[in-house]
């Protein structure tokens, strides 16, 4: 079982930067592949980013591939989300989630098992 709890939204001003994380407890968070999703008022959810239970491996969507940047630090049970250039098209409630399917949560195949409760993020422009 792995709980995840993120943080680090709110509102910025276009081509701005956030820094998001997800804290998960479980001491065996480190077996687990972790990604970002997020959901725009009135459309689906949709994947954003993901990376593997060792890190050597990460995988983007492309409307963010070259502004946004995953990473992990098992010993902290931590994955950050670090979003710079952020557009109005960005805007969006941002969920990480955790599955030890690598797939699921590079948004191929069903959906990830255990997900954090969101947070949202506001460019305007």
């Known amino acids: 079982q792995v709980q995840l709890v993120e943080s680090g939204g709110g509102l910025v001003q276009a081509g701005g930067s956030l820094r998001l994380s997800c804290a998960a407890s479980?001491?065996?968070?480190?077996?687990?592949?972790v990604g970002w999703f997020r959901q725009a008022l009135g459309k689906e959810r949709e994947f954003v980013a993901a990376?593997?239970?060792?890190?050597?491996?990460?995988y983007y969507a492309d409307s963010v591939k070259g502004r946004f940047t995953i990473s992990r630090v098992n010993a902290k049970n931590t994955v950050n989300l670090q979003m710079n250039s952020l557009k109005p098209e960005d805007t969006a409630v941002y969920y990480c989630?955790?599955?030890?399917?690598?797939?699921?949560?590079?948004?191929?195949?069903?959906?990830?098992?255990?997900w954090g409760q969101g947070t949202q993020v506001t460019v305007s422009s």
């Open positions: 990376i593997s239970w060792s890190g050597g491996s990460t």
């Open positions: 989630a955790a599955d030890s399917v690598l797939g699921r949560v590079a948004g191929a195949g069903p959906l990830p098992n255990y």
């Open positions: 479980g001491r065996t968070f480190s077996r687990y592949a």
